[in-house]
C-alpha cells in the first residue's frame, strides 16, 4: 500500500469509524467534552452517501430529540500531501 492510500485510513483516537462504500478515506465519528464531532472525506461521492448511511444515524442516535443542532463547514485545500 503506498503512504497516500495508509494516510487515508488514519482516524481520530477514540473515534467511531464511519465506513466508506465508494472510496477508501474512512470517516471520524467522536465526543469529546459533551460535542459530537463528524469528519468526512471531502469528495462529495463519498462525504453524501457516508454521511446519509452511517453519520446521520450517530448524529440521532446521541441527539436524543435534542435541538439546535449547530453545525460547521471546515474545508482544507492543498493538504493531500502533508505526511500525518
Given amino acids: 500500500m503506498v503512504e497516500s492510500n495508509a494516510r487515508q485510513a488514519l482516524m481520530l483516537e477514540n473515534g467511531d469509524a464511519l465506513p466508506n462504500d465508494t472510496g477508501m478515506a474512512v470517516g471520524t ?11 468526512l472525506p471531502g469528495p462529495p461521492r463519498e462525504m453524501k452517501p457516508m454521511f446519509e448511511r452511517y453519520a446521520k444515524p450517530w448524529i440521532e442516535a446521541r441527539m436524543d430529540g435534542v435541538l439546535p443542532l449547530h453545525s460547521v463547514m471546515l474545508k482544507f485545500a492543498g493538504i493531500g500531501g502533508v505526511a500525518a
Fill in 29 to 39: 465519528a467522536v465526543t469529546q467534552e459533551g460535542t459530537h464531532y463528524i469528519v
